[in-house]
C-alpha cells in the first residue's frame, strides 16, 4: 500500500469517526434554552454524559414516541369536561423563575400539539444556546401542577388536591423504578384546615421529592428543568374513576390520623346506626327554608327525633374576614354565631364524622365532596335547588365510595320567580347559567322542599329510608 493510498484511508476513517461523534452528540445532548429578563442574553441548560451533571440517561422512547404512545400513561383521562385536552407531556423542559415561564427548544416545542404551543405560559427559543451551571436539573419522571389554585379554601380544596393524589398514585403504579417529582409553583393554603388537607393529600410523598418553583431557594436559578414532564390540569382526576381511589384515599387516612373508616354501613358504631343526618347552610344560600317540615316528615316515617341530626355544612368555618365564606351575612342568625366553628377546626373531625354517616340529605354543595369519607352502601339524597346547572360531580364521588346515590331536581319555581329580576323569569337553566348576573343570583337563593304527601321528593325519601333501614341498620 503507498503512502498516499494509507493518508486517504486515514482521512476517511477520520471523517467516519467524526461523523459519528457529532451524530452521537446530536442525539444525546439535550439543548434547553431561556432567556433571562432583559432578553438579551441567552444561556443554555443542557445534560450528557460530557458535563458531567448527574443525570441518568434517558430510558423512555424518542420525544415523538414519547407524546403519542398512548400506552406510555393509559390511565390518563385526556379530556377535561369542556372537552379540551388539558394533560400535555414532552422531554427536556425548563422554567424561568425570573420570566415566570417555561420554555422549551424549537425542536422539543414542534412535537408538542398545538393547543400546547398557543399556550402563553410557553415559550420557544430558537438561538444556539451558551452553557450554564445556574440551572436545577430534575431527573425522571415530574408530574407538574403549575395552575393549582392553592388560593381555594374549605371542601373546595379537594377538587385541586384530589388530581394530585390521584396522579401520584397512577406514576407509583405506572413506573415503580422511575425517580417520580411533583412541581408546584407554591403550597401556600389560607387557613390552617386547608393546610391539614394539603398535609393529609401529600402524606405519602416524600418532601425531597416535591419542588415549589415560587420558593426562595428555587428563584436563585437561572432555569430549573426537567428531564420528563407531565403537565396535569387540575380538572383531571385519572385514577379516581374506581372504588380503588376510594379505598387509596382511606389508606391515607388510617396511615395519617389513625382512622379506620367501617368497610361496610353496617358496620359502624351501635349508637350511630339510626341516625340521619342533614346539611342545613347557616347562610341563606341554598338553605332548607322549611327544615321543621323536613324532620316532622321523617318522624312520620319512624325516625325518632334525637336520631335526626341536622349540621351546618363542613365548608363553612368562620373566619376573622366575612363569615362561613360569604362576604355578607346579613341573615344570619344568632344561634349560628354563638355554635359557629373557628377556624381551628381539624380535618379529622370532619372525616371522623363522615365515617359514622350511613343516611346524609343535602342541598348540592362542596360539603358533599365528605362523600369520599361514607362507608360503603350508605345512602346520600342530593337535592338541586331550581334552575341549578346539572352536575354528576358528586354523583362521581359517592360512586368512587361505592355509596348508594339519589339525586332530586326541585321543579317549583316559587323561590326563583320571587327573587330574581324579570328579565330572567323566561330563562332556561343554560341561559340563567351563561348569564353574568343570573348565575351568582341563583347559587344564593333558599330552598323550599315539596314534602307534601304523594310529592315527588316524598316519594322518594320514603324510598330511600326504606332502602336504608334494609341494608345498614337491621343487620
Known amino acids: 500500500m503507498s503512502l498516499k493510498t494509507l493518508i486517504t484511508s486515514h482521512k476517511l476513517w477520520t471523517c467516519i469517526i467524526l461523523l459519528g461523534l457529532w451524530k452521537w452528540w446530536q442525539t444525546n445532548v439535550s439543548y434547553l434554552m431561556i432567556r433571562r429578563d432583559d432578553n438579551t442574553n441567552l444561556f443554555a441548560a443542557y ?16 420525544t415523538t414516541e414519547w407524546w403519542q404512545g398512548e400506552q406510555e400513561i393509559d390511565n390518563f383521562s385526556w379530556n377535561n369536561v369542556r372537552g379540551v385536552n388539558t394533560i400535555w407531556k414532552v422531554k427536556n423542559l425548563c422554567y424561568a423563575p425570573k420570566r415566570g415561564s417555561f420554555v422549551v427548544h424549537k425542536d422539543d416545542y414542534k412535537l408538542l400539539p398545538k393547543f400546547v404551543r398557543d399556550s402563553p405560559k410557553l415559550v420557544q427559543l430558537n438561538n444556539k ?5 445556574n440551572t436545577k436539573w430534575i431527573p425522571g419522571v415530574s408530574l407538574l401542577f403549575d395552575d393549582l389554585r392553592m388560593e381555594e379554601s374549605g371542601a373546595h380544596l379537594y377538587f385541586h388536591l384530589l388530581p394530585v393524589v390521584s396522579a401520584w398514585k397512577m406514576a407509583q403504579e405506572r413506573w415503580p423504578t422511575e425517580n417520580i417529582s411533583m412541581t408546584f409553583r407554591h403550597l401556600k393554603t389560607r387557613k390552617q384546615a386547608d393546610e391539614q388537607l394539603l398535609d393529609l393529600s401529600l402524606y405519602h410523598i416524600p418532601e425531597k421529592q416535591i419542588v415549589e418553583l415560587n420558593q426562595s431557594r428555587m428563584t436563585d436559578y437561572d432555569a430549573i428543568c426537567w428531564e420528563r414532564v407531565i403537565r396535569i390540569d ?14 387509596y384515599l382511606k389508606k391515607l387516612v388510617q396511615d395519617k ?11 359502624i358504631k351501635r349508637d350511630k346506626k339510626n341516625q340521619v343526618w342533614i346539611i342545613q347552610r347557616r347562610v341563606r344560600a ?65 372525616i371522623e364524622l363522615f365515617s359514622q354517616i350511613t343516611l346524609l340529605i343535602s342541598i348540592h354543595g362542596a360539603g358533599n365532596v365528605h362523600y369520599l369519607w361514607m362507608p360503603p352502601d350508605s345512602h346520600v339524597v342530593e337535592i338541586f335547588p331550581y334552575h341549578f346547572l346539572p352536575t354528576k360531580v358528586y354523583e362521581t364521588f359517592a360512586n368512587l365510595s361505592t355509596l348508594r346515590y339519589f339525586r332530586y331536581d326541585v321543579e317549583d319555581p316559587t323561590v326563583y320567580l320571587e327573587n330574581m329580576e324579570k328579565r330572567t323569569h323566561n330563562f332556561t ?6 348569564d353574568n348576573s343570573c348565575r351568582p343570583k341563583v347559587k344564593q337563593l333558599p330552598v323550599s322542599l315539596p314534602l307534601e304527601d304523594k310529592s315527588s321528593l316524598a316519594s322518594l325519601l320514603e324510598k330511600v329510608i326504606e332502602s336504608w333501614q334494609s341494608i345498614c341498620t337491621q343487620r
Open 47 to 62: 445534560h450528557s454524559p460530557v458535563t458531567g451533571l448527574s443525570l441518568p440517561q434517558p430510558t423512555c422512547r424518542e
Open 129 to 133: 444556546p451558551q452553557s450554564s451551571a
Open 234 to 247: 387540575q380538572s383531571y382526576i385519572g385514577t379516581a374513576d374506581s372504588s380503588a381511589f376510594s379505598v
Open 257 to 267: 390520623y389513625g382512622i379506620q373508616i367501617p368497610k361496610h354501613c353496617h358496620h
Open 286 to 350: 341554598r338553605q332548607i327554608m322549611n327544615i321543621d317540615q323536613l324532620i316532622h316528615f321523617l318522624e312520620n316515617k319512624g325516625i325518632s327525633r334525637e336520631n335526626i341530626r341536622v349540621f351546618d355544612s363542613p365548608n363553612a368555618v368562620c373566619s376573622s374576614t366575612g363569615c362561613f365564606g360569604y362576604p355578607v351575612c346579613d341573615d344570619i342568625t344568632e344561634h349560628s354565631k354563638q355554635t359557629c366553628r373557628r377556624s381551628g377546626h381539624r380535618l379529622e373531625e370532619d
Open 429 to 434: 337553566v343554560h341561559q340563567c347559567w351563561s
